[in-house]
């Protein structure tokens, strides 16, 4: 494949991490076609772009656009957001796993999740198992390459409010340079350049990219 016929697709494009994502994949030469999917649109007008409209509790309505090299997944929402959690977890797990699961079945052959520092299927906490369950299950799909990202405290300017997350974020910028990796904050924008560098990553199979891994890979060169 020529190195600049790729197509990306791209879920989770109005969110923090995913509107990164998409800037950085349409100014990315190796990339000539961006597909996003998505509830609402992401506002962008670009050569490469190719945004469907879809209602991901459809599959059957979609299933056949996720079609690409690269599968970029970045959905997610919040428990106040969703209203429960078995909404959060229809959005951040089951939509993200039926996507993946259309993606592979249409010759994906990588996959980048944006997950969380602490995912694990065991975790006690909701969150962390939701993401944990979402790796193994997305795993089980038999990309050739899975990239999981485990980043830290997200930073960077979310269009909704997250009242909780702006305080924790005011605490802990100023402590950056002595916290732990999984604790300090990461701009999202560093995420995003880890998950694209992290898909062309050529080593075969799952690659868990710890989030002292992504403040390295997404370091602005």
Same mark, same amino acid.
């Given at each position: 494949?020529?190195?600049?016929?790729?197509?990306?697709?791209?879920?989770?494009?109005?969110?923090?991490v995913g509107r990164e994502l998409l800037t950085q994949l349409l100014s990315d030469p190796r990339f000539s076609v961006v597909t996003v999917l998505t509830r609402r649109t992401c506002g962008v007008t670009h050569p490469k772009l190719v945004e469907h409209l879809v209602d991901f509790d459809r599959p059957d309505a979609w299933r056949a656009r996720v079609s690409g090299d690269v599968l970029f997944s970045a959905l997610g929402t919040t428990i106040r957001a969703a209203?429960?959690?078995?909404?959060?977890?229809?959005?951040?797990?089951?939509?993200?796993?039926? %996507? *993946? $699961? =259309?993606?592979?079945?249409n010759g994906a052959s990588t996959y980048v999740l944006v997950s969380s520092?602490? @995912?694990?299927?065991?975790?006690?906490?909701?969150?962390?198992?939701?993401?944990?369950?979402?790796?193994?299950?997305?795993?089980?799909?038999?990309?050739p390459r899975a990239r999981f990202l485990h980043p830290g405290p997200l930073d960077g300017d979310r269009?909704?409010?997250?009242?909780?997350?702006?305080?924790?974020?005011?605490v802990l910028r100023p402590l950056a340079p002595?916290?732990?990796?999984?604790?300090?904050?990461?701009?999202?924008?560093? %995420? *995003? $350049? =880890?998950?694209?560098?992290?898909?062309?990553?050529?080593?075969?199979?799952?690659?868990?990219?710890? @989030?002292?891994?992504?403040?390295?890979?997404?370091?602005?060169?």
């Open positions: 494949m020529d190195e600049a016929t790729r197509t990306a697709i791209l879920v989770g494009a109005t969110g923090l209203g429960s959690r078995e909404a959060q977890y229809r959005v951040d797990y089951t939509y993200q796993l039926e %996507v *993946a $699961r =259309a993606a592979r079945g520092a602490g @995912a694990s299927a065991k975790s006690a906490i909701f969150y962390s198992r939701m993401k944990g369950e979402l790796e193994r299950d997305t795993a089980a799909l038999g990309f269009q909704e409010e997250r009242t909780g997350e702006r305080w924790a974020l005011r002595i916290l732990p990796a999984t604790a300090r904050p990461i701009d999202a924008g560093i %995420v *995003a $350049r =880890a998950g694209i560098a992290a898909a062309f990553d050529p080593t075969p199979g799952v690659v868990r990219y710890s @989030a002292r891994d992504l403040f390295r890979a997404g370091a602005p060169k």
